[in-house]
């Protein structure tokens, strides 16, 4: 028969110390409480370790530790001359003290009982997942979890897990990289920080995750944005999952951190920058009554193509005009905010694009919530065309627009002196698809406010459908005599006192919200030589068809 041995530490004894390797076959190894051994070699066990004593490793050199899956009660690692390393399998069952050193798992887990602890963690005192072990906290709940991990002795990205879901047992492990197909592929070269996770879960389904990762600034790649970041998880055999909501900038001032909510599975999670967002694109079309000729069927041109000279001349600013200085209505909101660090901007050669694709202005974009429109989720400043088309910043492309997931959702065009026009129904958008959407061949096309009986939503020139012009002064109507009840002021007096300072024979040129015919000057009158239209005249004469008394009205 195999005798077992019992070993013993009593109180009374504060610290054994073993300066050999500890074995334990098949024995009782019991460490009372307060009492503390300290190995200096190796640990082999297999079985657990009893007691609510400390085993504390405090080595000059690497120390390992085969635990074959048992359990350790309370595991100090004090060894600042090298790590800690995991031969099998080893479990935790009421604490885990960092003093010094790190621990190494290898291709093994570290499991941390459900009410176990680890504490004194951080930059220099870590758990190493340079393989595939992981660190693993059993069913976790509700109560947020640190697991102190990094892939190697010098990069440290603990990420905190909290589970309002089933409790579950929640396992994490760093990649050196962040892998363009979450865990195989290339690695990335730019706009993440380069540390991924891996969490696992014991079972599938049934958690709700909040997560929140930290990195270091020497962590991030080539043009990532720490302004406009956020957490993605990667959707196997497609892309990186970065909701549009969550792209905002990083807490912290070195490390910094991001959190996300919500999330209902395991998988591979990376910190992220706003080019990586989930975006669908959109090929709108809408006509502006103001620049629009009939003749041609086009919109004019005449902010980018100098009608005095026929040359390229663009008033046209490279950087987008749409911000809440310019009116409450053009506020931004979401991914491209508008800000210094995020703000459409275009390359001039960009308005050297002549025919058909040749640039008339910028319009402001807005996606709205499905159930309430009046709710702005994201906004983006795009370029318009003289046939009409709706394209992102480069001049040719679909418009590019953040979204949180696949669905619903409205979308608003709106321009600087024309009134917005909306969908009537929610269209669905989905990451990376286009969507198709023409608002000039039909008037249901816009949304059609029924308590509105001054006009529909849209213009009408023959058999096409424009955004109405007029909009001098940015509110919801187009006038050119005020109202007092209800009080709308009139666009026309605006330009007067306002664009022209109350000069009425004044001209002024460029680019300006009261250029209501869009050919880069202002005048309340016209001028015969040189020929110079009336911006009054043009607002009376076609928005409101020659009636001094009639409004056209925004349809929200």
Same mark, same amino acid.
């Given at each position: 028969?195999?005798?077992?041995?019992?070993?013993?530490?009593?109180?009374?004894?504060?610290?054994?110390?073993?300066?050999?390797?500890?074995?334990?076959?098949?024995?009782?190894?019991?460490?009372?409480?307060?009492?503390? /051994?300290?190995?200096?070699?190796? &640990?082999?066990?297999?079985?657990?370790?009893?007691?609510?004593?400390?085993?504390?490793?405090?080595?000059?050199?690497?120390?390992?530790?085969?635990?074959? @899956?048992?359990?350790?009660?309370?595991?100090?690692?004090?060894?600042?001359?090298?790590?800690?390393?995991?031969?099998?399998?080893?479990?935790?069952?009421?604490?885990?003290?960092?003093?010094?050193?790190?621990? !190494?798992?290898?291709?093994?887990?570290?499991?941390?009982?459900?009410?176990?602890?680890?504490?004194?963690?951080?930059?220099?005192?870590?758990?190493?997942?340079?393989?595939?072990?992981?660190?693993?906290?059993?069913?976790?709940?509700?109560?947020?979890?640190?697991?102190?991990?990094?892939?190697?002795?010098?990069?440290?990205?603990?990420?905190?897990?909290?589970?309002? @879901?089933?409790?579950?047992?929640?396992? &994490?492990?760093?990649?050196?990289? #962040?892998?363009?197909?979450?865990?195989? *592929?290339?690695? #990335?070269?730019?706009?993440?920080?380069?540390?991924?996770? /891996?969490?696992?879960?014991?079972?599938?389904?049934?958690?709700?995750?909040?997560?929140?990762?930290?990195?270091?600034?020497?962590?991030?790649?080539?043009?990532?944005?720490? #302004?406009?970041?956020?957490?993605?998880?990667?959707?196997?055999?497609?892309?990186?999952?970065?909701?549009?909501?969550?792209?905002?900038?990083?807490?912290?001032?070195?490390?910094?951190?991001?959190?996300?909510?919500?999330?209902?599975?395991?998988?591979?999670?990376?910190?992220?920058?706003?080019?990586?967002?989930?975006?669908?694109?959109?090929?709108?079309?809408?006509?502006?009554?103001?620049?629009?000729?009939?003749?041609?069927?086009?919109?004019?041109?005449?902010?980018?193509?100098?009608?005095?000279?026929?040359?390229?001349?663009?008033?046209?600013?490279?950087?987008?005009?749409?911000?809440?200085?310019?009116?409450?209505?053009?506020?931004?909101? *979401?991914?491209?905010?508008?800000?210094?660090?995020?703000?459409?901007?275009?390359?001039?050669? &960009?308005?050297?694009?002549?025919?058909?694709?040749?640039? /008339?202005?910028? &319009?402001?974009?807005?996606?709205?919530?499905?159930?309430?429109?009046?709710?702005?989720?994201?906004?983006?400043?795009?370029l318009l065309q003289r046939d009409g088309d709706i394209v992102d910043v480069d001049g040719v492309?679909?418009?590019?627009?953040?979204?949180?997931?696949?669905?619903?959702?409205?979308?608003?065009?709106?321009?600087?002196?024309?009134?917005?026009?909306?969908?009537? %129904?929610? !269209?669905?958008?989905?990451?990376?698809?286009?969507?198709?959407?023409?608002?000039?061949?039909?008037?249901?096309?816009?949304? !059609?406010?029924?308590?509105?009986?001054?006009?529909?939503?849209?213009?009408?020139?023959? %058999?096409?459908?424009?955004?109405?012009?007029?909009?001098?002064?940015?509110?919801?109507?187009?006038?050119?005599?005020?109202?007092?009840?209800?009080?709308?002021?009139?666009?026309?007096?605006?330009?007067?006192?306002?664009?022209?300072?109350?000069?009425?024979?004044?001209?002024?040129?460029?680019?300006?919200?009261?250029?209501?015919?869009?050919?880069?000057?202002?005048?309340?009158?016209?001028?015969?030589?040189?020929?110079?239209?009336?911006?009054?005249?043009?607002?009376?004469?076609?928005?409101?068809?020659?009636?001094?008394?009639?409004?056209?009205?925004?349809?929200?």
């Amino acid at each position: 028969m195999k005798r077992s041995l019992l070993f013993f530490i009593p109180v009374a004894i504060i610290t054994a110390n073993v300066n050999a390797q500890l074995k334990i076959d098949n024995a009782t190894f019991f460490i009372s409480a307060g009492a503390t /051994v300290t190995v200096q070699g190796d &640990v082999t066990s297999n079985v657990d370790i009893q007691g609510t004593g400390v085993l504390q490793l405090k080595g000059t050199s690497t120390q390992n530790v085969d635990m074959g @899956g048992f359990v350790i009660p309370n595991l100090e690692i004090d060894n600042s001359s090298a790590n800690i390393n995991l031969l099998s399998n080893a479990r935790i069952g009421t604490s885990l003290l960092f003093t010094n050193g790190k621990a !190494q798992l290898n291709g093994f887990d570290l499991f941390i009982a459900n009410a176990a602890t680890v504490s004194g963690a951080s930059s220099s005192k870590f758990v190493i997942t340079n393989g595939t072990g992981r660190l693993v906290k059993n069913s976790l709940g509700a109560s947020s979890f640190t697991f102190p991990v990094g892939y190697s002795a010098v990069e440290f990205n603990p990420l905190t897990i909290s589970n309002s @879901g089933t409790a579950d047992d929640i396992g &994490v492990r760093c990649l050196q990289n #962040v892998l363009d197909q979450g865990l195989t *592929g290339s690695a #990335v070269t730019a706009d993440f920080a380069n540390n991924s996770w /891996v969490v696992t879960e014991a079972i599938a389904g049934g958690s709700n995750l909040s997560l929140a990762g930290e990195w270091a600034a020497g962590d991030e790649l080539s043009n990532f944005n720490r #302004v406009k970041s956020g957490i993605a998880r990667y959707n196997t055999g497609t892309d990186w999952d970065l909701p549009a909501s969550n792209v905002i900038a990083a807490a912290g001032s070195g490390p910094y951190n991001r959190s996300r909510s919500n999330i209902t599975a395991a998988g591979v999670f990376a910190i992220a920058d706003l080019e990586k967002v989930n975006a669908a694109r959109l090929n709108l079309k809408v006509f502006l009554q103001g620049a629009y000729n009939s003749g041609t069927g086009l919109m004019n041109d005449l902010l980018r193509d100098d009608p005095a000279t026929g040359g390229i001349d663009p008033v046209i600013p490279t950087t987008q005009p749409y911000n809440a200085a310019l009116n409450a209505r053009f506020t931004r909101v *979401g991914v491209y905010d508008g800000s210094v660090s995020v703000n459409e901007t275009v390359d001039p050669s &960009v308005f050297n694009i002549t025919g058909n694709n040749a640039i /008339v202005d910028w &319009v402001y974009v807005s996606t709205l919530d499905a159930s309430s429109p009046s709710t702005k989720l994201q906004t983006r400043a795009a370029l318009l065309q003289r046939d009409g088309d709706i394209v992102d910043v480069d001049g040719v492309s679909p418009l590019s627009v953040p979204i949180d997931t696949d669905g619903n959702y409205h979308f608003l065009i709106s321009h600087r002196n024309h009134l917005s026009v909306r969908t009537p %129904s929610a !269209q669905t958008l989905a990451d990376n698809a286009i969507l198709n959407y023409d608002m000039t061949d039909a008037q249901n096309k816009a949304y !059609q406010n029924g308590a509105i009986i001054s006009n529909a939503a849209m213009a009408v020139n023959g %058999s096409v459908y424009l955004m109405w012009a007029g909009n001098a002064n940015l509110d919801d109507y187009t006038r050119v005599t005020s109202l007092a009840i209800p009080v709308v002021p009139s666009d026309a007096a605006f330009i007067l006192g306002t664009a022209l300072s109350g000069n009425p024979n004044a001209t002024v040129t460029g680019y300006n919200p009261s250029d209501l015919n869009m050919d880069r000057k202002v005048r309340a009158t016209s001028l015969a030589i040189p020929v110079i239209p009336s911006d009054i005249s043009f607002m009376l004469g076609t928005p409101l068809n020659g009636d001094n008394n009639a409004t056209r009205r925004e349809h929200k």
